[in-house]
Protein backbone atom coordinates (compact mmCIF):
# COMPACT_ATOMS: atom_id res chain seq x y z
CA UNK A 1 0.00 0.00 0.00
CA UNK A 2 1.25 3.64 -1.06
CA UNK A 3 2.19 5.67 2.09
CA UNK A 4 -0.64 8.54 0.82
CA UNK A 5 -3.30 5.42 0.65
CA UNK A 6 -2.65 5.01 4.11
CA UNK A 7 -3.15 8.92 4.66
CA UNK A 8 -6.12 8.39 3.46
CA UNK A 9 -7.72 5.53 5.55
CA UNK A 10 -6.24 7.29 8.18
CA UNK A 11 -8.04 10.49 7.66
CA UNK A 12 -11.19 8.54 7.17
CA UNK A 13 -10.49 6.91 10.92
CA UNK A 14 -9.88 10.27 12.34
CA UNK A 15 -12.88 11.96 11.11
CA UNK A 16 -15.08 9.28 12.57
CA UNK A 17 -15.51 6.38 9.81
CA UNK A 18 -15.71 2.83 11.40
CA UNK A 19 -13.52 0.30 10.83
CA UNK A 20 -16.55 -1.20 8.19
CA UNK A 21 -16.14 1.72 6.23
CA UNK A 22 -12.99 1.50 5.80
CA UNK A 23 -12.74 -1.75 4.96
CA UNK A 24 -15.03 -0.99 2.37
CA UNK A 25 -13.35 1.75 0.51
CA UNK A 26 -10.36 -0.68 1.11
CA UNK A 27 -12.22 -3.36 -1.01
CA UNK A 28 -13.69 -1.23 -3.18
CA UNK A 29 -9.83 -0.34 -4.21
CA UNK A 30 -8.89 -3.84 -4.53
CA UNK A 31 -7.38 -4.61 -2.05
CA UNK A 32 -7.90 -8.26 -0.64
CA UNK A 33 -7.66 -9.76 3.14
CA UNK A 34 -4.36 -9.69 4.43
CA UNK A 35 -3.98 -5.84 3.43
CA UNK A 36 -7.96 -4.82 5.30
CA UNK A 37 -6.58 -6.96 8.06
CA UNK A 38 -3.25 -5.21 8.72
CA UNK A 39 -4.75 -1.65 8.29
CA UNK A 40 -7.08 -2.01 10.61
CA UNK A 41 -4.88 -3.29 12.93
CA UNK A 42 -2.93 -0.73 12.58
CA UNK A 43 -5.17 2.04 12.59
CA UNK A 44 -8.03 0.92 15.77
CA UNK A 45 -7.15 -1.35 18.65
CA UNK A 46 -8.81 -4.46 17.38
CA UNK A 47 -7.60 -8.07 17.75
CA UNK A 48 -7.14 -10.43 14.50
CA UNK A 49 -10.28 -12.06 15.49
CA UNK A 50 -12.35 -8.71 15.39
CA UNK A 51 -10.10 -7.36 12.17
CA UNK A 52 -11.27 -10.77 10.24
CA UNK A 53 -14.92 -10.14 11.94
CA UNK A 54 -15.12 -6.46 10.81
CA UNK A 55 -13.63 -7.89 7.15
CA UNK A 56 -16.48 -10.57 6.36
CA UNK A 57 -19.33 -8.25 7.73
CA UNK A 58 -18.23 -6.41 4.58
CA UNK A 59 -19.39 -9.77 2.57
CA UNK A 60 -22.99 -9.41 4.17
CA UNK A 61 -22.20 -11.86 7.05
CA UNK A 62 -23.44 -10.89 10.47
CA UNK A 63 -20.87 -12.25 12.34
CA UNK A 64 -17.47 -14.80 12.06
CA UNK A 65 -19.57 -17.35 13.23
CA UNK A 66 -22.03 -16.76 10.30
CA UNK A 67 -19.20 -17.28 7.85
CA UNK A 68 -17.97 -19.84 9.01
CA UNK A 69 -20.91 -21.94 9.17
CA UNK A 70 -21.58 -20.94 5.49
CA UNK A 71 -18.61 -23.15 4.81
CA UNK A 72 -19.62 -26.13 6.43
CA UNK A 73 -21.52 -27.35 3.19
CA UNK A 74 -18.16 -26.77 0.95
CA UNK A 75 -15.88 -28.46 3.82
CA UNK A 76 -18.68 -31.62 3.68
CA UNK A 77 -18.80 -31.78 -0.38
CA UNK A 78 -14.56 -31.72 -0.33
CA UNK A 79 -14.92 -34.29 2.36
CA UNK A 80 -17.22 -36.72 1.12
CA UNK A 81 -15.71 -36.42 -2.48
CA UNK A 82 -11.74 -37.42 -0.88
CA UNK A 83 -14.30 -40.32 0.66
CA UNK A 84 -15.44 -41.45 -2.35
CA UNK A 85 -12.17 -41.18 -4.36
CA UNK A 86 -10.85 -42.86 -1.35
CA UNK A 87 -13.38 -45.88 -1.25
CA UNK A 88 -13.02 -46.01 -5.36
CA UNK A 89 -8.74 -46.69 -4.76
CA UNK A 90 -9.58 -49.52 -2.81
CA UNK A 91 -11.65 -51.62 -5.17
Not at 24 to 36: L, P, Q, V
Not at 39 to 49: A, E, G, T
Request: with cysteine.
Amino acid sequence: MQPEEYSTYEAMKLRGDAPETICFAMRAKGHEFSACIILLRQLFPLSLMQAKEVFVRTDGFKSLSDYQESLLPDIEWALNALERSANKDQK
